[in-house]
């Protein structure tokens, strides 16, 4: 089975603070992401990526950056935390390519409070 | 990627039948249709997927018309177990690079 891990369950950080969110998967795939889920808005997609050092703005990239050095490995980084960014953080791969077998698998979550 | 559009909300008791329907109008030619659940505190899970007429597995079925605009997951016989959000994101074809659009959800609560 395919394990994404995601490196906290739990976080709390202050205002200001920078944050990292770590998630490592352990299948080889190509392409990573990076979502936010917020009460009555489903998933949104923060940034992905498809190969090492490459990423991709989703639809709300706005206060976030990411890093991929290695494969297995995607970071967020909340440059200088806000209020607004309290949510749940989730973190997914899947092999590269598109379509038919290659379903996104996910993590459990960081829910990150800013304070 | 196309949008879709779900009921926010369904109610069923356990041992029936449950159809939940996604409208996704524009959907383009390489968009496949998935279908995923997501438990309290869990990440989304992939259920199925299909791209036209009908798929079945151990867990659901997902029926396709032929217009592709719609698509309808069946779980038979739910339990309390089933209870969960379930989501119908397209996977676009090509350049989207495996991305998904997941929109609201459809909150599936079954029933003793």
């Known amino acids: 089975d395919v394990k994404v891990t995601q490196s906290s369950r739990y976080l709390v950080k202050r205002t200001g603070e920078k944050v990292f969110l770590e998630c490592v998967q352990d299948?080889?795939?190509?392409?990573m992401f990076w979502y936010r889920q917020d009460p009555g808005l489903g998933l949104r997609l923060i940034y992905f990526?498809?190969?090492?050092?490459?990423?991709e703005k989703g639809d709300i990239p706005e206060g976030y950056s990411v890093s991929r050095e290695k494969k297995e490995r995607f970071s967020l980084i909340l440059e200088s935390a806000s209020t607004n960014q309290t949510s749940m953080y989730l973190c997914?791969?899947?092999?590269?390519?598109?379509?038919?077998?290659?379903?996104?698998?996910f993590g459990d979550g960081t829910r990150l409070s800013i304070l | 990627l196309a949008k879709t559009t779900q009921p926010i909300s369904m109610d069923s008791y356990e041992g029936q039948e449950v159809n939940i329907t996604c409208s996704h109008n524009n959907i383009a030619t390489n968009d496949y249709i998935t279908w995923y659940q997501q438990f309290p505190s869990q990440g989304p899970r992939f259920i199925i997927q299909?791209?036209?007429t009908k798929v079945t597995n151990e867990v659901a079925s997902l029926f396709i018309p032929a217009d592709r605009k719609s698509s309808t997951l069946s779980l038979p016989r739910v339990s309390l177990s089933d209870t969960a959000v379930y989501y119908c994101?397209?996977?676009?074809?090509?350049?989207?690079?495996?991305?998904?659009?997941f929109g609201r959800g459809t909150q599936l609560t079954v029933w003793p």
């Open positions: 997914a791969s899947s092999p590269s390519g598109t379509g038919i077998g290659q379903p996104q698998h």
């Open positions: 299948m080889d795939h190509e392409n």
């Open positions: 990526s498809y190969d090492v050092k490459m990423k």
């Open positions: 994101p397209l996977a676009g074809g090509g350049s989207t690079l495996g991305r998904l659009y």
């Open positions: 299909g791209y036209k």
